[in-house]
Structure formats: structure tokens, C-alpha cells
């Protein structure tokens, strides 16, 4: 059964730094399709990034890209977000998703593993 927790979330002011992290267990990591979700309160659940079981290709919607990046680390079996500059309407709970296929997608129902999620608050 795979498994996958996500850390580093927080409290913190606009403009500040975080970097969460997702440890993954029970399955074949390196050859699994990851990325990450968000959903704020009142919202629908937003697709945040995704990257490929190799690392060498990912993919950030317009909405995060250039604050936001996606890497992964699969001799760590972990996987980051790395996000700078963070706004008030960041703020949200934050999921580590994965599948067992290639290929990006940012739809949610195509990854079939995901983590209890970890809260990121902005404060302005």
C-alpha cells in the first residue's frame, strides 16, 4: 500500500519562503508520476504542479509558475515543493498525489495515491 506524508507546512508572512515535503513509502516511487494539489477553504481543489518519475520533465500552471517549483529526489523517495514569494491567496491545504504511470496530468482523478495534506497559511 502506498503511502505518502506530506511536511513543512506553516504559518508565515507574505513574501516568506516554504518548502514541503513529501515522504513516500510502499510502492515503486521512482517510477511513479507525482505531483501536488492544493484546496482553500470554500474551493475547488487546484492543481499545483507535477513532475515525471525521472525528474527531467515538469509542469506548473500559469497561476504558480515562477514562484513555485517541483522536484523530486528518488534515492530520498521524496518529493518537494519548493515555493517562494508566497501570497495570502496561497493559503490553502496542500496534497502530494502520485500515479503509477507516465505522463503529466493535472486532472485529480488520475492519481490514484494521495496524502493527508499539510496547511500553508499566508498571512499579508
Known amino acids: 500500500q502506498v503511502q505518502l506524508v506530506e511536511s513543512g507546512g506553516g504559518l508565515v508572512q507574505a513574501g516568506a519562503s516554504l518548502r514541503l515535503s513529501c515522504a513516500a513509502s510502499?510502492?515503486?516511487?521512482?517510477?511513479?508520476?507525482m505531483g501536488w494539489f492544493r484546496q482553500a477553504p470554500g474551493k475547488e481543489r487546484e492543481f499545483v504542479a507535477a513532475?515525471?518519475?525521472?525528474?527531467?520533465?515538469?509542469y506548473h500552471p500559469d497561476s504558480v509558475k515562477g514562484h513555485f517549483t517541483i522536484s523530486r529526489d528518488n534515492a530520498k523517495n521524496t518529493l518537494y515543493l519548493q515555493m517562494n514569494s508566497l501570497r495570502p491567496e496561497d493559503t490553502a491545504v496542500y496534497y502530494c498525489?502520485?500515479?503509477?504511470?507516465?505522463?503529466?496530468?493535472?486532472?485529480?482523478?488520475?492519481?490514484?495515491?494521495w496524502g493527508q495534506g499539510t496547511q500553508v497559511t499566508v498571512s499579508s
Open positions: 498525489v502520485a500515479r503509477p504511470a507516465s505522463g503529466l496530468t493535472f486532472s485529480p482523478s488520475r492519481y490514484n495515491y
Open positions: 510502499g510502492g515503486s516511487f521512482s517510477s511513479f508520476t
Open positions: 513532475i515525471t518519475w525521472n525528474g527531467a520533465n515538469a
